[in-house]
């Protein structure tokens, strides 16, 4: 079935420093891809999407890209700041109209 | 525009009560799912609506119920509650012109079964 695994947090980091959080997904065909981000006490905010092989979301200075070839769909971010501190989800959709699959979170703590 | 409302956004209850929440989409968006996040299980589907049908169901018991009015707004009702149902509630609506499945998110409802 359709799957996505992240890696396992916390991740602590300096402000300023390069961020990258992995993210890898077993699906059949072409999903779209997708990261969320879930501020404490709040629900989730799309981050980005990309929705074919290739494509490139980006948005507030965190990209990722869709690899095909290795299934993968990683975050980066080249400097965080304190307030990017929160929990980043991956997440897959196989076709409209069906559930988004979630990774488990990755926990993101960023120190001035 | 608006974005997605829950309503209430904190629940307090005890085993075996009953609950319902609310949840408004965003305008014009027909599609709403509902989704159970715990520390443990993590974000979890429990189904969808659209236009006022249930569209898709993930693994959860029939305690867990919905139902979605003419204006797409959608309520869901957890019967015989279980310690184990202590969760935030999220809702999300989507565009039904919106191919890659984007969902918008509210702020979630938490209940906690005591």
């Known amino acids: 079935g359709n799957s996505v695994t992240q890696m396992e947090g916390p991740v602590t980091l300096s402000e300023e420093a390069f961020l990258t959080i992995n993210c890898t997904y077993t699906?059949?065909?072409?999903?779209?891809l997708f990261w969320y981000v879930q501020y404490p006490g709040e629900g989730l905010q799309l981050l980005l999407k990309?929705?074919?092989?290739?494509d490139k979301g980006s948005n507030k200075g965190f990209e990722a890209t869709y690899r095909k070839e290795t299934t993968s769909f990683h975050l980066e971010k080249g400097s965080v700041q304190v307030s990017d501190s929160a929990v980043y989800f991956c997440?897959?959709?196989?076709?409209?109209?069906?559930?988004?699959?979630f990774g488990k979170g990755t926990t993101l703590s960023v120190s001035s | 525009k608006a974005g997605v409302t829950q309503t209430p956004r904190y629940l307090i209850k005890t085993r075996g009560q009953q609950v319902t929440l609310s949840c408004s989409p965003i305008?014009?968006?027909?599609?709403v799912s509902w989704y159970q996040q715990t520390p443990g299980q993590g974000l979890q589907f429990l189904f969808e609506?659209?236009?006022?049908?249930?569209?898709n169901k993930g693994n959860f018991p029939g305690r867990f119920s919905g139902r979605q009015f003419s204006n797409s707004r959608s309520e869901m009702n957890v019967s015989t509650l279980e310690l184990g149902d202590s969760a935030l509630y999220l809702c999300a609506s989507r565009s039904d012109r919106d191919r890659a499945n984007e969902q918008f998110f509210g702020p979630g409802t938490r209940l906690t079964v005591l």
């Open positions: 997440a897959l959709s196989h076709q409209a109209g069906t559930a988004l699959i």
């Open positions: 609506y659209f236009s006022e049908t249930q569209r």
């Open positions: 699906a059949t065909g072409y999903p779209s």
């Open positions: 990309a929705t074919k092989a290739d």
């Open positions: 305008s014009g968006h027909r599609s």
